[in-house]
């Protein structure tokens, strides 16, 4: 179900059902195949709605949460049976359907110039291009770069162990790598599932690009052009090859699994 947001731009739309300051309550569709419980829910909710009343917005939140897998079908559901949904997550070619039904989503343009300005500043303007016609309508805001939510986490214990201090440096997490690799032969010191080991390629290798798949982005020259192409994909396979080659790395970390990655974690196996 993750690969709904691993391969395809996620979005968030405001549907036609726009929020205004006098709203009291506010609908999210959201579909997402996380392992959230209610309490953390609970806790996101009552922050963002305790820093929308900084503001005047006396809002509450309301959260439909539901697997990836038949999400789009259960949206349509609840939108033609007349429930409240004022924004949801969606890719961008699902959510181009919705622009060619009529008054199901809107331009926020006057949403983002009064309440968005943050946004416009932090998000390139290259993502706002994905999301805007040619009439100048922006219809979404994109979710950019999704995979640098992510982080590495490492093994204390070894490292204690092994007299080895906390990695700062790639030079550093390569040396503590290679002496996992040394002292514990049948270990593979970094495993993790590809929305993990590819933020974590990307952050070593410096290359802003991912090694999952092929996106449409400007060059230095203001060019655009396929990922792969850019100086910065090559550094990645190099650094990608090299952590393969030293058996530092899990060759088959795009085709792992929840279970195989938790197998190997649970047997000890792996350390980063």
Do not use: C
């Amino acid at each position: 179900m993750r690969k709904f947001w691993i391969t395809l731009l996620a979005l968030t739309l405001l549907m036609s059902l726009g929020v205004s300051a006098s709203a009291q309550t506010m609908v999210l569709f959201t579909p997402w195949a996380n392992t959230s419980t209610d309490q953390d829910t609970a806790q996101v909710r009552a922050l963002m709605e305790s820093e929308m009343a900084k503001d005047g917005l006396d809002i509450q939140l309301d959260w439909i949460i539901t697997p990836t897998d038949g999400s789009l079908e259960k949206l349509n559901v609840l939108l033609s049976s007349g429930e409240q949904i004022d924004a949801a997550a969606m890719n961008i070619g699902d959510a181009r359907s919705y622009l060619t039904s009529g008054n199901i989503i809107r331009p926020i343009n006057d949403l983002l110039e009064q309440y968005g300005q943050n946004l416009l500043k932090t998000i390139p303007q290259n993502a706002w291009a994905a999301v805007t016609d040619k009439d100048g309508n922006i219809w979404a805001i994109p979710d950019y770069y999704m995979w640098r939510w992510q982080g590495a986490a490492i093994r204390t214990d070894l490292l204690a162990e092994n007299g080895l201090e906390m990695p700062t440096t790639i030079p550093e997490i390569e040396h503590v790598m290679q002496v996992f690799k040394e002292k514990y032969p049948d270990m593979i010191p970094a495993v993790a599932l590809p929305w993990f080991s590819d933020p974590f390629l990307q952050g070593a290798s410096g290359a802003g690009v991912s090694s999952m798949m092929t996106e449409w982005v400007l060059s230095p020259e203001g060019k655009v052009v396929p990922s792969m192409t850019l100086p910065g994909y090559k550094n990645l396979i190099a650094l990608y090859t090299k952590w393969v080659e030293n058996g530092w790395l899990d060759p088959e970390y795009l085709s792992g699994s929840d279970d195989s990655q938790s197998k190997l974690w649970v047997s000890g196996r792996t350390g980063l």
